[in-house]
C-alpha cells in the first residue's frame, strides 16, 4: 500500500461569509495560540516560518475544490496550483497570509471588547470574558506590528 494523502477542507462556521482566503489562513494561524476558551492565547504556539510554507504550499497543491454555491449547487472551482519551481505563489500566498495577521488581531480583537463592554452584556461566572480575549489579540497586535507590517 501507498502513503494514504490527508485532506483538509475549510469551512467558515462563524458567518459563512466570502472573506480574502489569506485572512481567513491568517485567522487559522493566529488560532493556534487558543484562548479561544479561556480568554488568554499563547502565541508561543504560533506556527513556524517552515510550518505556514508547508500549510500554504499543500493549499496551493489543491487542484479542484468543491463549492457549495447560493444556489445550493455543487460546482468544482479551479484552484490556484504551484507551477513555478522556485515557490513564487507560495511566497506570494505568504506575503499576503502575513500582511492579515496583523488585520486579524485588530478584527477580533476589536469585536471580542465590542462584544464584552455592551451595555447588556454581563460576565457570570464561569463565562468567556471576551475583554480579556480582546485585549491579548490588540496587545499582541502591537507586540507584533514592527514584525508583520509591510
Known amino acids: 500500500g501507498g502513503k494514504k494523502k490527508e485532506e483538509l477542507h475549510f469551512v467558515d462556521f462563524e458567518y459563512g461569509g466570502i472573506n480574502y482566503a489569506a485572512f481567513d489562513i491568517a485567522n487559522h494561524f493566529n488560532e493556534f495560540a487558543g484562548g479561544t476558551d479561556h480568554g488568554i492565547p499563547n502565541y508561543e504556539w504560533f506556527p513556524t516560518e517552515e510550518e505556514q510554507r508547508t ?30 519551481s ?8 505568504l506575503s499576503q497570509v502575513k500582511s492579515f495577521v496583523l488585520v486579524n488581531h485588530l478584527y477580533w480583537g476589536l469585536w471580542a471588547i465590542n462584544l464584552g463592554t455592551k451595555p447588556d452584556f454581563v460576565l457570570e461566572e464561569g463565562a468567556f470574558d471576551y475583554v480579556l480575549y480582546g485585549g491579548y489579540r490588540i496587545g499582541e497586535y502591537w507586540k507584533q506590528r514592527d514584525r508583520w507590517a509591510i
Open 55 to 84: 500549510f500554504c504550499t499543500e493549499y496551493l497543491g489543491v487542484h479542484n475544490v468543491t463549492v457549495q454555491s447560493s444556489s445550493s449547487r455543487q460546482q468544482e472551482v479551479e484552484a490556484v496550483t504551484t507551477t513555478d
Open 86 to 93: 522556485d515557490g513564487g505563489k507560495v511566497d506570494e500566498l
